[in-house]
């Protein structure tokens, strides 16, 4: 159970009063093959081009009546069947780029392809609620050891910590805990040096207060005992203890399949449906599933012609998976990416990126979208 | 600020850093002449030549297979990260500090990062031989340079199929900046630059059967320009040598630009015909560029900070792959800058766990030597679960620090010691605080803690 002194959104810390709403983010890094996730199982140019890497019948979980799921993500079908997944298919942006890098910075920071935005779109999220002293690290947090792009503001930054005993530890140190700790900022004080000293007095009390919440609930459900079960496990404790952190991010590395890829990419869609299936079923139990949606995304999707090493390389559109207790619509969002109209040899996008962004922004955390994605983008409506 | 600290405000800018014995040697010398050190040290260029030329006389004449150059490019990873080690070492063994500082500060202005090492060795090599001569001639041979071709795409950038990557960067980043070229700019000089390509030797190559001959407008005159007339017609521009200075001056000076002494160097160093060496010069011979305000109030990059510290107490690791990773960690890997911009510097390079690392890396050689930091893994590493490793394990040697204050009296020793480590204003430190955590039984052992607390604080990591 979780103390009700604890549970308020607003507490302690006199954080401006959010509407409650929690997003998840999940990116797949490496580019997942969306292809073999989503199945256009009756369609021959999908056999065609992939017969050594095609996903076979007795894999496959039909969800409408073109489309059926690998059968490694059966928790995401349960969540299908249940109503509580969207699948937006051919999801992208114009001007694809077909380097990891430059394609998940682009991603991270919602920018077109020929623009190099140093912040993250959530960073630029926590941008617009900070307000002098209101703005805390713990509003957006990464299990990581080191922060990405996305969570970075001009203002604030989100924080980073894969387990929240180990943050502690590293943020209480004598020697932090007689400089930093007790800090009192001045608002006034513009130089380098103020700025230290302010983030790391912010960091030790978003170290307290992490750590003080991921003692409160200890789940009971079984989570993959794997790195990225870890991970999601934490989350879910930290949302169902009643933390005020309204955004969490978190990576599964590995996608990158150019050969050999059925085996890697079973093992990897099993842990990533496994996982979720799992917080999902947690979140429900503690009657939060309502207050959180999960964005999952990879950088870009596989080529649809599988290449000569039993693998995919770079590809373009990829679909995106919306998971939560209340969405508007759910279901398959839109057709299935048309294999006969390619670029390239890639899909062609038929939504662009942001348009998703816009529609969790404005949608799901009453935020100002258009700020924050620096341009308009029409929302879509699966909230 | 005391001669002392000039000398070390110089160094830190000019250099990574003197140690004190450094500074102590030069003490007796005016600035002027230190300034002529610095100079006179970096004045031969030297090539990083790591790496041997990579292709087979066969494979030149032929061309290599799709498969051998993925092989090339995955070993050419790991060959960019020896590369990254051994210019790291570089910079910290300090033969030649100003050029090494320039060469670095080049590599973040024409950022660029190809998978193939040998390559970056060749644009590496270019920017240290051109890093104190004129900007001029650098900026014609960054243009000409095969990884920078390859990293915008000029490669692709053909008559009937002109892209634009390179024409928008050159004038966006490198030159002019954003508002001072039209649209219809870059289209053109995208026209002019057709052609210019790498040849399966890795080097750069006119292919005249893709360049588009024909009449083009520039900046608002016409003609049947080349590539090197478009960037002649750029540094022609006085803008071009105003956004070197107010880049440099921002980088080597102050975040907060100066107009009145920006405008006044770039006067200079637009009709000294774009002389590095003389707008640097100018710069650190300027009385202003000691002044108070003009000292430590940069925050170091994690290259910097990483040099400075092998400088002071020969941070060392018990592997490359921790030094690797530290910079990964802490957001500057030498040869994997972000994207053509360069890594944004400032307060970018500080978030909760970027700091935490920061202040835990002295201050854990105090205790065990051991630190935990795991970089995110590279997208083409195989999926592997993380187990719980115990962290990388940090070598120091204090010596230098030791053997510099052995004599100083207990009653001065902090100022001492803050005094070397620490550049900007000390008022926020907690003395009495850090004295007590630094008691020790032996002189020693004082200062070792006394300077290991001092680098672990937030005032060590402005320069």
Same mark, same amino acid.
């Given at each position: 159970?979780?103390?009700?002194?604890? @549970?308020?959104?607003?507490?302690?810390?006199?954080?401006?009063?959010?509407?409650?709403?929690?997003?998840?983010?999940?990116?797949?890094?490496?580019?997942?093959?969306?292809?073999?996730?989503?199945?256009?199982?009756?369609?021959?140019?999908?056999?065609?081009?992939?017969?050594?890497?095609?996903?076979?019948?007795?894999?496959?979980?039909?969800?409408?009546?073109?489309?059926?799921? *690998?059968?490694?993500?059966?928790?995401?079908?349960?969540?299908?069947?249940?109503?509580?997944?969207?699948?937006?298919?051919?999801?992208?942006?114009?001007?694809?780029?077909?380097?990891?890098?430059?394609?998940?910075?682009?991603?991270?920071?919602?920018?077109?392809?020929?623009?190099? &935005?140093?912040?993250?779109?959530?960073?630029?999220?926590?941008?617009?609620?900070?307000?002098?002293?209101?703005?805390?690290?713990?509003?957006?947090?990464?299990?990581?050891?080191?922060?990405?792009?996305?969570?970075?503001?001009?203002?604030?930054?989100?924080?980073?910590?894969?387990?929240?005993?180990?943050?502690?530890? /590293?943020?209480?140190?004598?020697?932090?805990?007689?400089?930093?700790?007790?800090?009192?900022?001045?608002?006034?004080?513009?130089?380098?040096?103020? $700025?230290?000293?302010?983030?790391?007095?912010?960091?030790?009390?978003?170290?307290?207060?992490?750590?003080?919440?991921?003692?409160?609930?200890?789940?009971?459900?079984?989570?993959?005992?794997?790195?990225?079960?870890?991970?999601? @496990?934490?989350? =879910?404790?930290?949302?169902?203890?009643?933390? %005020?952190?309204?955004?969490?991010?978190?990576?599964?590395?590995? $996608?990158?399949?150019?050969?050999?890829?059925?085996? /890697?990419?079973?093992?990897?869609?099993?842990?990533?449906?496994?996982?979720?299936?799992?917080?999902?079923?947690?979140?429900?139990?503690?009657?939060?599933?309502?207050?959180?949606?999960?964005?999952?995304?990879?950088?870009?999707?596989?080529?649809?012609?599988?290449?000569?090493?039993?693998?995919?390389?770079?590809?373009?559109?990829?679909?995106?998976?919306?998971?939560?207790?209340?969405?508007?619509?759910?279901?398959?969002?839109?057709?299935?990416?048309?294999?006969?109209?390619?670029?390239?040899?890639?899909?062609?996008?038929?939504?662009?990126?942001?348009?998703?962004?816009? =529609? &969790?922004?404005?949608?799901?955390?009453?935020?100002?979208?258009?700020?924050?994605?620096?341009?308009?983008?029409?929302?879509?409506?699966?909230? | 600020?005391?001669?002392?600290?000039?000398?070390?405000?110089?160094?830190?800018?000019?250099?990574?850093? =003197?140690?004190?014995?450094?500074?102590?040697?030069?003490?007796?010398?005016?600035?002027?002449?230190? +300034?002529?050190?610095?100079?006179?040290?970096?004045?031969?260029?030297?090539?990083?030549?790591?790496?041997?030329?990579?292709?087979?006389?066969?494979?030149?004449?032929?061309?290599?297979?799709?498969?051998?150059?993925?092989?090339?490019?995955?070993?050419?990873?790991?060959?960019?990260?020896?590369? *990254?080690? &051994?210019?790291?070492?570089?910079?910290?063994?300090?033969?030649?500090?100003?050029?090494?500082?320039?060469?670095?500060?080049?590599?973040?202005?024409?950022?660029?990062? &190809?998978?193939?090492?040998?390559?970056?060795?060749?644009?590496? #090599?270019?920017?240290?031989?051109?890093?104190?001569?004129?900007?001029?001639?650098?900026?014609?041979?960054? =243009?000409?340079?095969?990884?920078?071709?390859?990293?915008?795409?000029?490669?692709?950038?053909?008559?009937?199929?002109?892209?634009?990557?390179?024409?928008? %960067?050159?004038?966006?980043?490198?030159?002019?900046?954003?508002?001072?070229?039209?649209?219809?700019?870059?289209?053109?000089?995208?026209?002019?630059?057709?052609?210019?390509?790498?040849?399966?030797?890795?080097?750069?190559?006119?292919?005249?059967?893709?360049?588009?001959?024909? %009449?083009?407008?520039?900046?608002?005159?016409?003609?049947?320009?080349?590539?090197?007339?478009?960037?002649?017609?750029?540094?022609?521009?006085?803008?071009?040598?105003?956004?070197?200075?107010?880049? +440099?001056?921002?980088?080597?000076?102050?975040?907060?630009?100066?107009?009145? !002494?920006?405008?006044?160097?770039?006067?200079?160093?637009?009709?000294?015909?774009?002389?590095?060496?003389?707008?640097?010069?100018?710069?650190?011979?300027?009385?202003? $560029?000691?002044?108070?305000?003009?000292?430590?109030?940069?925050?170091?990059?994690?290259?910097?900070?990483?040099?400075?510290?092998?400088?002071?107490?020969?941070?060392?690791?018990?592997?490359?792959?921790?030094?690797?990773?530290?910079?990964?960690?802490?957001?500057?890997?030498?040869?994997?800058?972000?994207?053509?911009?360069?890594?944004?510097?400032?307060?970018?390079?500080?978030?909760?766990?970027?700091?935490?690392?920061?202040?835990?890396?002295?201050?854990?050689?105090?205790?065990?030597?051991?630190?935990?930091?795991?970089? @995110?893994?590279?997208?083409?590493?195989?999926?592997?679960?993380?187990?719980?490793?115990?962290?990388? !394990?940090?070598?120091?040697?204090?010596?230098?620090?030791?053997?510099?204050?052995?004599?100083?009296?207990?009653?001065?020793?902090?100022?001492?010691?803050?005094?070397?480590?620490?550049?900007?204003?000390?008022?926020? +430190?907690?003395?009495?605080?850090?004295?007590?955590?630094?008691?020790?039984?032996?002189?020693?052992?004082?200062?070792?803690?006394?300077?290991? #607390?001092?680098?672990?604080?937030?005032?060590?990591?402005?320069?």
């Amino acid at each position: 159970m979780v103390p009700q002194f604890l @549970k308020s959104a607003s507490g302690r810390m006199g954080i401006r009063k959010s509407n409650g709403k929690i997003l998840v983010v999940i990116q797949l890094a490496g580019g997942n093959d969306g292809l073999n996730c989503v199945v256009p199982f009756r369609n021959d140019l999908y056999y065609k081009n992939r017969a050594a890497i095609h996903i076979p019948d007795n894999e496959l979980i039909q969800i409408s009546d073109d489309a059926a799921l *690998n059968h490694n993500l059966s928790g995401i079908a349960e969540l299908f069947d249940a109503g509580n997944l969207c699948i937006i298919n051919s999801v992208g942006y114009p001007n694809p780029n077909r380097s990891h890098f430059r394609s998940m910075d682009i991603w991270q920071s919602a920018s077109d392809e020929n623009q190099y &935005v140093q912040t993250g779109w959530i960073g630029r999220m926590l941008d617009a609620n900070c307000h002098s002293h209101q703005c805390h690290p713990h509003q957006a947090v990464e299990i990581d050891d080191t922060l990405s792009l996305a969570l970075k503001g001009e203002q604030l930054k989100g924080m980073a910590f894969r387990n929240p005993q180990m943050l502690k530890k /590293t943020a209480s140190t004598p020697l932090i805990n007689s400089t930093g700790k007790n800090y009192e900022a001045d608002a006034a004080d513009k130089s380098y040096l103020e $700025f230290l000293y302010k983030t790391l007095a912010e960091t030790t009390q978003s170290a307290d207060y992490i750590y003080a919440k991921s003692k409160i609930y200890h789940s009971k459900i079984q989570y993959p005992q794997n790195d990225f079960g870890k991970k999601i @496990k934490l989350i =879910a404790e930290l949302i169902i203890s009643g933390a %005020e952190t309204s955004v969490y991010y978190v990576s599964l590395p590995g $996608f990158d399949t150019h050969v050999f890829q059925k085996g /890697t990419h079973a093992r990897l869609l099993k842990s990533y449906s496994d996982s979720l299936k799992a917080m999902c079923d947690d979140l429900k139990s503690n009657n939060r599933f309502h207050d959180v949606m999960i964005l999952t995304f990879s950088e870009f999707g596989r080529r649809v012609k599988e290449n000569s090493g039993k693998g995919t390389d770079h590809g373009t559109a990829n679909n995106v998976f919306i998971a939560g207790g209340a969405l508007k619509k759910a279901g398959l969002y839109n057709p299935l990416p048309d294999l006969t109209n390619l670029e390239e040899g890639d899909l062609k996008f038929r939504i662009d990126f942001r348009s998703v962004y816009s =529609a &969790v922004l404005s949608g799901w955390m009453n935020e100002d979208s258009e700020k924050i994605l620096l341009s308009n983008f029409d929302s879509l409506d699966f909230v | 600020m005391n001669h002392h600290q000039k000398i070390q405000h110089l160094y830190l800018r000019a250099g990574f850093g =003197a140690t004190p014995q450094e500074v102590q040697s030069m003490a007796a010398l005016s600035l002027d002449e230190i +300034i002529g050190k610095l100079f006179e040290g970096s004045s031969v260029p030297a090539d990083l030549n790591f790496m041997k030329y990579p292709l087979s006389k066969k494979q030149e004449r032929k061309g290599a297979s799709a498969f051998k150059i993925l092989k090339m490019i995955l070993q050419s990873r790991r060959e960019m990260e020896d590369l *990254n080690i &051994v210019w790291l070492n570089r910079m910290a063994a300090a033969k030649a500090p100003l050029r090494e500082k320039m060469t670095f500060f080049w590599h973040n202005h024409f950022a660029t990062s &190809v998978p193939f090492g040998f390559l970056m060795q060749v644009q590496n #090599n270019t920017l240290r031989n051109h890093a104190l001569g004129k900007f001029s001639e650098l900026l014609h041979a960054v =243009a000409k340079d095969p990884a920078m071709i390859i990293y915008l795409n000029n490669q692709q950038n053909k008559k009937d199929a002109p892209n634009e990557n390179f024409a928008r %960067e050159v004038m966006e980043l490198f030159t002019l900046g954003e508002g001072n070229y039209s649209e219809k700019d870059i289209k053109e000089a995208a026209r002019a630059f057709t052609g210019w390509t790498v040849n399966r030797k890795g080097q750069f190559q006119f292919n005249v059967s893709e360049h588009d001959e024909g %009449e083009k407008e520039f900046l608002g005159i016409k003609g049947k320009f080349s590539g090197e007339d478009i960037l002649n017609f750029i540094l022609g521009q006085k803008q071009t040598a105003l956004f070197i200075t107010s880049k +440099i001056y921002g980088e080597f000076v102050n975040g907060k630009i100066h107009q009145d !002494r920006v405008n006044n160097l770039a006067d200079k160093f637009f009709k000294s015909g774009y002389d590095i060496s003389l707008l640097i010069k100018n710069i650190f011979s300027a009385e202003w $560029f000691y002044d108070d305000e003009n000292a430590g109030n940069k925050i170091s990059s994690p290259v910097e900070l990483i040099v400075r510290c092998k400088r002071m107490i020969d941070l060392q690791f018990d592997d490359d792959v921790a030094l690797l990773n530290l910079q990964k960690a802490l957001g500057q890997v030498l040869f994997f800058p972000p994207n053509v911009a360069g890594w944004k510097g400032g307060s970018a390079w500080i978030d909760s766990s970027s700091l935490l690392l920061r202040l835990n890396l002295a201050q854990s050689l105090l205790h065990d030597g051991k630190i935990k930091y795991r970089p @995110k893994p590279e997208f083409e590493d195989k999926p592997v679960d993380e187990s719980d490793d115990d962290g990388y !394990r940090l070598i120091s040697d204090w010596a230098l620090l030791t053997s510099y204050f052995i004599n100083v009296p207990d009653d001065s020793l902090f100022d001492s010691v803050a005094a070397c480590l620490i550049q900007c204003s000390r008022d926020k +430190i907690k003395r009495a605080e850090i004295e007590k955590i630094s008691n020790a039984d032996s002189k020693e052992n004082r200062i070792i803690k006394l300077a290991a #607390n001092l680098m672990s604080l937030p005032e060590f990591q402005l320069i």
